[in-house]
């Protein structure tokens, strides 16, 4: 079932909560690939009601970004995110999520920052803002979200944490393609050269991790290779690679509790991320 207003949203759930079921949402924009699909079916083991929602979200799209061109599937997605387990998909229209006269955004202070922060500038409050509205319009049990967007998972959990909306937020690990890919939506935009060369960056990802993991060497080192090595391998530039406290997106130089090791590279006009964790040192 599609309903495309936040009234039609909350009778439904409402009606859902006054039978005893429980309920998730996983929030997307569309353009479901398997990761989205394996959150769904993550959702409905922990729920018995499955929203999700596709919202393309200007707030977190900057003036030179791929807003127009972001690929807009609606058919397919409801009928993928229907297959998957999902009772219901929101599709609000822009209005609808943002009446005229709008005015208020949320903004997460530290955690929104760094990494991808200086890059997208307002895009985390976009986020922020378009998710605080959706758990307030659903207020389920549960909301679902993949770490491949690690950043956006904490974000959205201190979010939660400080405005005291009574919603679980639960992180997935990434999925990935055979060749190790982070699935993601924006990978349609590659072309043959181009995806045949995104995989380096799982690889490369990886190797540094380990590396850390055995050596417990400096952070600037094993970073400094891991760039050039992406460089080498045909990415035209790096926004970021780092290493940060798992729980505070501190950079670290050396790595001594739970960390995870993020980049932000472009390959073409794609702006491709993931992110790995590292272990502390094992030897």
Not at 168 to 189: F, H, Q, T, V
Request: charged share 20%; glycine share 8%; proline share 6%.
């Amino acid at each position: 079932m599609i309903v495309r207003s936040v009234t039609d949203l909350r009778a439904t759930v409402q009606d859902w909560r006054r039978s005893g079921l429980s309920c998730a949402l996983v929030p997307t924009m569309g353009a479901l690939h398997e990761g989205h699909l394996a959150l769904v079916r993550l959702a409905r083991q922990s729920c018995a009601r499955v929203v999700v929602s596709i919202f393309v979200n200007p707030l977190q799209f900057g003036p030179n970004e791929d807003l127009a061109a972001y690929p807009r599937r609606e058919a397919a997605d409801v009928a993928a995110a229907t297959q998957a387990g999902a009772q219901l998909v929101f599709v609000p229209t822009v209005t609808e999520m943002y009446a005229p006269g709008h005015a208020t955004t949320v903004h997460v202070v530290g955690l929104s920052e760094g990494l991808c922060g200086p890059h997208r500038p307002g895009h985390f409050d976009g986020v922020a803002t378009v998710v605080t509205k959706l758990l307030l319009q659903a207020l389920p049990d549960a909301a679902f979200f993949g770490e491949k967007d690690y950043q956006q998972l904490l974000i959205i959990r201190r979010l939660a944490r400080d405005l005291d909306i009574p919603v679980r937020i639960e992180g997935m690990p990434i999925m990935r393609e055979p060749d190790g890919l982070a699935m993601s939506s924006r990978n349609a935009y590659l072309s043959a050269d181009q995806r045949r060369i995104a995989p380096e960056l799982a690889a490369t990802l990886g190797d540094m991790a380990r590396t850390l993991a055995s050596s417990g060497g400096a952070v600037s080192q094993v970073v400094a290779a891991g760039k050039a090595r992406l460089l080498a391998a045909g990415f035209s530039s790096i926004d970021y690679v780092e290493v940060c406290d798992a729980g505070t997106l501190a950079p670290v130089a050396r790595v001594e509790g739970p960390a995870r090791l993020l980049a932000a590279v472009r390959l073409g006009g794609t702006r491709l991320i993931d992110n790995v964790p590292v272990a502390g040192k094992t030897a």
